[in-house]
């Protein structure tokens, strides 16, 4: 829907070349598949396969670990393809933009091998699993513990709200391994799921958007995994490991939401358009120009935002409060749009064959995970 924007700043013709991939992958693959994968809470299995072995998984791990050998502009290219597609079930973003590189970042060379290669070809699907029943932001007050006995950790504890839940076969798991400690006791253990005793998955969460990318919940009942699995061989860097991620996971929401920003903007100007009351266009009545010209405004500030976070991060150079101003600036906008725009469709934008239902519905999330709004305020207030 959404006519082609000049080319990002921090964009070339390998990444344009990428996104014409990704962006004909998702339309012939995955948006005719949209309706039937929200019907069931989660996509098929093979889609993994399918876009693995197009090279669309771990475009921005290094190629000698399968990857693409890409940058994260890949990783961004691909999520506004998603949006742009209508098409955000498979949990890209998860997987390869924040997963994966957990691995690359802190794994050993031996877990890199071991583990890199079978989630760029999909046959291995990666999720994290942080949120607790009763611990949201408050990741330092986890109760999951895993407790060494032997040359093993056996893990005891929940979590909930996990996406790719219902596939995932490697769960980056954060667990106590000093439960006396707060931030200084947690640490990141992989746990392969595949037959894993003690291992078991609960519901997949029903919820009011995004509702074919699977949200469940996990348990721990005394599961054992080798102390091989702990995430950089060394105990107690679980919580560093999390935060030094966390800027790049806050910018693949950014970069969401500026691109269904844009689409619930080109949505609307068709409907408005093509759409007659009393006689005229409803995009000729004076309110229909002055909101949607506001829109178009906001679209163009956060649009430019955040293509200068990017340039950034591919640079070295995005810091944590910048990172966070985008994520909880460009959430809030993609609701608000999305709620201003819905009202231009009457009726009809509270039908949910009508995409600007699912724009509205989807975009509520944004402003939760990946740490609530809330909590992005409260660390930019730090560095004033």
């Known amino acids: 829907m ?18 014409e991939l990704a962006r004909t992958f998702l339309e012939k693959e995955c948006a005719p598949n949209e309706d039937r994968w929200g019907e069931q809470q989660h996509v098929d299995r093979e889609i993994w396969n399918k876009a693995g072995k197009l090279g669309l998984l771990c475009p921005s791990i290094p190629a000698e670990y399968g990857g693409g050998g890409g940058t994260f502009a890949l990783e ?3 999520a506004e393809e998603q949006t742009r597609a209508l098409s955000p079930s498979l949990g890209t973003a998860v997987h390869s933009t924040i997963v994966a590189h957990y691995i690359n970042s802190y794994g050993t060379e031996e877990q890199k091998r071991r583990w890199l290669p079978g989630m ?14 009763g611990t949201g932001s408050d990741l330092q007050s986890v109760k999951t513990k895993a407790i ?14 996990i996406s790719n839940g219902l596939h995932a076969n490697l769960v980056i798991t954060v667990a106590k391994t000093d439960p006396e400690n707060a931030a200084k006791g947690i640490s990141l253990i992989v746990v392969e799921t595949d037959g894993l005793d003690g291992f078991s998955r609960g519901r997949v969460l029903k919820k009011i958007g995004q509702h074919g990318q699977d949200t469940a919940e996990l348990f721990y009942d005394g599961v054992r995994v080798p102390t091989d699995n702990l995430i ?3 105990e107690g860097q679980g919580f560093i490991q999390l935060m030094q991620q966390l800027p790049q996971e806050r910018l693949i929401l950014a970069v969401a939401a500026v691109a269904a920003i844009e689409e619930t903007l080109a949505q609307t100007l068709a409907y408005t358009k093509d759409r007659q009351a009393f006689g005229k266009p409803v ?3 004076q309110n229909t120009k002055f909101k949607l010209a506001e829109v178009a405004t906001t679209a163009r500030i956060a649009r430019v935002f955040v293509d200068d976070c990017i340039s950034k991060h591919l640079a070295g150079g995005l810091d944590v409060q910048t990172a966070s101003m985008a994520k909880w600036w460009t959430t809030q906008m993609q609701c608000d749009v999305a709620d201003e725009c819905l009202q231009f469709f009457g009726g009809y934008g509270y039908m949910a064959e009508y995409p600007i239902s699912r724009l509205y519905t989807d975009a509520r999330i944004q402003k939760i995970y990946g740490g609530t709004n809330e909590i992005m305020k409260e660390i930019i207030s730090r560095f004033l």
């Open 120 to 133: 760029a070809s999909g046959e291995i699907v990666g999720a994290v699993a942080m949120t607790e029943p």
């Open 232 to 234: 950089g061989g060394e």
């Open 283 to 285: 995009f000729n009545f």
């Open 148 to 161: 060494k006995a032997g040359g093993e950790y056996v893990i005891d504890g929940s979590k909930t709200f």
């Open 76 to 78: 961004a290219a691909l």
């Open 2 to 19: 959404t006519a082609t924007r000049p080319r990002p700043a921090w964009s070339d013709d390998d990444v344009e070349a990428f996104r």
